[in-house]
């Protein structure tokens, strides 16, 4: 009886230890099913957030080494075209026009643009393609548009927003920096004096940075005189550069009123914030806010090499 009531008592103990290990293993299963779904989750969200940090990171700053930026800087394409994007007053005419060498805002009212944009890198300052001096009428443009009849007689210059200077390394860009969506009436004084002294400078801060973004244009009054058949005469001009490949971007604005002078360019010198006061208009809003907030309520005339 001792033999049978042992073996019964083995054959409950064995049967309860195995139902036991059962469920431990089928709980453990679970759960492990389950960790690592969470798990494949939060590496998924882990290298999402790693990926963006690390694109940003590389998005706006290329290494000082001069044989690798021209590589990294056509990896930050992406940021750059949106850098050189503006973001205009909600009733502003617009028209978006991409062209080789430059990006145009377009305005059918005015019959000359909002802003101008682009990139010069020091290997495109170095270009060799002539100027051709051809002003045609943009044939891109689909609203209203300027045409080379206005500006006959005018007694001002078509001074261009991007200059013809900084397209010489294409012959289609050189040919396109002078449709007319890229030039405005401008004071012949200030076409070839101290716009042009400024034009000269930035060519020089590509080649020190290796690359650097521009953003210009005209400032219109509400009512402003015309030329021709109604193309606006602006009050003033303002560009601003930004220099975002460093470890520290620097920028800087200009405004200079359209008329003669002759002035050092630290007259016309102020801050990126002072430019978006006068125009409405918002640069830079694909950088960070701090990076934004930083280099726009700032500037340094000793980084700029102006006296």
């Known amino acids: 009886m001792k033999k049978k009531k042992k073996?019964?008592?083995?054959?409950?103990?064995l049967g309860r230890l195995v139902l036991f290990v059962f469920a431990f293993v089928s709980i453990g299963l679970?759960?492990?099913?389950?960790?690592?779904?969470?798990?494949?989750?939060?590496i998924s969200v882990s290298q999402e957030v790693e990926n963006k940090i690390s694109g940003l990171k590389e998005s706006i700053r290329i290494p000082d080494n001069s044989s690798s930026q021209d590589n990294s800087i056509k990896q930050g394409k992406d940021l750059k075209d949106r850098l050189e994007y503006v973001i205009v007053p909600s009733n502003t005419r617009e028209e978006i026009i991409e062209h080789t060498g430059y990006t145009v805002s377009h305005n059918s009212k005015w019959k000359i643009p909002n802003w101008v944009g682009y990139e010069l890198t020091r290997r495109e300052v170095m270009g060799t393609n002539p100027r051709n001096d051809s002003f045609a009428p943009d044939p891109m443009v689909k609203g209203n548009k300027a045409q080379l009849s206005d500006y006959k007689n005018s007694g001002y210059d078509r001074g261009h927003m991007a200059p013809a200077a900084d397209m010489k390394w294409s012959k289609k860009v050189m040919k396109e920096s002078f449709y007319l969506s890229n030039i405005c009436p401008q004071n012949q004084n200030l076409n070839r004096g101290d716009w042009n002294d400024l034009e000269e400078k930035v060519r020089s801060w590509a080649k020190r940075d290796s690359a650097i973004i521009i953003v210009c244009g005209p400032i219109v009054s509400k009512r402003p005189q015309k030329i021709g058949n109604n193309v606006a005469v602006p009050d003033a001009f303002f560009k601003i550069i930004l220099s975002p490949f460093k470890n520290n971007p620097q920028a800087i604005g200009f405004i200079m009123p359209n008329k003669a002078g002759n002035n050092p360019l630290s007259h016309y010198a102020c801050s990126i914030d002072k430019v978006e006061e006068i125009t409405k208009m918002d640069f830079f809003s694909a950088l960070p806010d701090d990076i934004e907030n930083k280099i726009e309520s700032t500037y340094s005339l000793k980084y700029w090499n102006i006296k």
């Open 7 to 13: 073996s019964t008592a083995r054959k409950s103990f």
């Open 30 to 42: 679970l759960f492990s099913q389950s960790y690592d779904l969470d798990f494949k989750n939060i």
